[in-house]
């Protein structure tokens, strides 16, 4: 019984780091990314944002409790989990651990992020380009930042492999080395719009 559920659990951890956190994760970046056409136009597009029809119920109910979730149920599998990188060195394990690396790097980067935008907004503070740029125009914020992001971005996409492994819509080895390049790709595609995006507003 034990067995099942935690068998559900992690089917449904590995469903919700996709969608929807994966899905928003992509979308918040696009966002950020109007920045690099300047001040003005990623207020406009954080401001679309803001005004989106039912948005506490969508930050509440399609993305914070989907996150909490997959976070605190990351953790648990990121300390029981058991690396054998030493004893197979194989390239799969090596990204095995690297995901509950980045897990924890990522969660401690979003909590800060959420600490210094939502919940500052909640507070009365404005979400917009100055905020940003006030934020990263520290040195060390803006690399915290930049290994946030790439860490982000890393968790997803290796994670997008393990969700289409998991749930068995690649089971084969050849689909899954496959696979393996297309989630390269989305990796370095996702993080050059990420780091454009914080570079934008240093």
């Known amino acids: 019984m034990a067995g099942n559920r935690e068998f559900y659990y992690r089917r449904l951890h590995s469903l919700l780091g996709v969608i929807p956190v994966g899905i928003f994760l992509v979308q918040h970046l696009i966002v950020n990314h109007f920045a690099t056409r300047g001040p ?4 406009r597009a954080a401001a679309f944002m803001e005004n989106l029809p039912f948005r506490i119920f969508l930050e509440i109910f399609v993305i914070l409790l ?3 979730f997959h976070a605190v149920y990351g953790i648990y599998i990121a300390f029981t989990a058991k690396f054998n990188t030493r004893q197979y060195g194989y390239f799969r394990n090596w990204m095995f ?5 980045t897990g924890i790097i990522t969660l401690i980067f979003v909590v800060w992020h959420v600490y210094e935008t939502r919940v500052q907004a909640a507070f009365g503070a404005e979400v917009n380009y100055d905020m ?3 934020i990263v125009d520290n040195p060390i914020m803006l690399w915290f930042y930049i290994v ?3 860490s982000t971005v890393f968790h997803f996409a290796n994670g997008l492999w393990s969700f289409f492994v998991s749930w068995g819509l690649i089971v084969s080895p050849r689909s899954q080395q496959v696979f393996t390049y297309i989630t390269m790709i989305i990796f370095f595609a996702i993080s050059i719009i990420g780091i454009r995006a914080i570079l934008a507003f240093a």
């Open 97 to 101: 651990m690297l995901q509950r690396i």
């Open 132 to 134: 940003m740029a006030n």
């Open 148 to 150: 946030g992001i790439l």
């Open 66 to 68: 989907p996150l909490v």
């Open 40 to 43: 003005e136009a990623f207020n």
